[in-house]
């Protein structure tokens, strides 16, 4: 179980990540870069799956994507809350499904990479949280 103070500071964290993760995700130059890092990557270790050029439209969901991420992150940087804990693990769940699919599709392997990822601050952040003892008395 989490402390709640535990549980801030791995919220906290997860907003470092995710910020990291996906903020080469933000521009169209930067995107373009990550892409071809990726595909460099996936022909270096002859991964299964595929890694197509982006259109103008695809990049622009990857550019969203990425803002969105980003404010998302920063703000549970800032302020750490429990709820945005919970929330994020729901946001992750929907990730994941979306990874998985991807990755039944035909999607590059390296998508399983982040997928481990997601699922392992998903679980975390769906961990039980400890209440202190006057808390659980007054919820009762």
């Known amino acids: 179980m989490w402390t709640i103070e535990q549980y801030r500071k791995l ?3 997860s907003g470092w990540y995710d910020l990291l993760v996906t ?5 169209p130059w930067t995107f373009l870069a990550l892409h071809g890092l990726m595909q460099n990557t996936a022909l270096a270790f002859d991964l ?5 050029p982006f259109e103008p439209m695809h990049l622009l969901m990857a550019n969203l994507m990425g803002s969105i991420v980003c404010v998302w992150s920063v703000l549970r940087i800032r302020d750490p809350q429990v709820a945005f804990g919970h929330y994020d693990a729901v946001g992750r769940i929907l990730f994941a499904t979306w990874q998985i699919y991807a990755l039944a599709h035909g999607a590059t392997a390296l998508i399983g990479v982040i997928l481990f990822f997601e699922l392992a601050w998903c679980v975390a952040q769906l961990w ?3 209440r202190p003892a006057a808390l659980a008395a007054s919820a009762a």
């Open 11 to 13: 919220v906290r964290a």
């Open 23 to 27: 903020l080469a995700f933000v521009t």
């Open 48 to 52: 299964p799956g595929s890694l197509p």
């Open 128 to 130: 039980p949280i400890r």
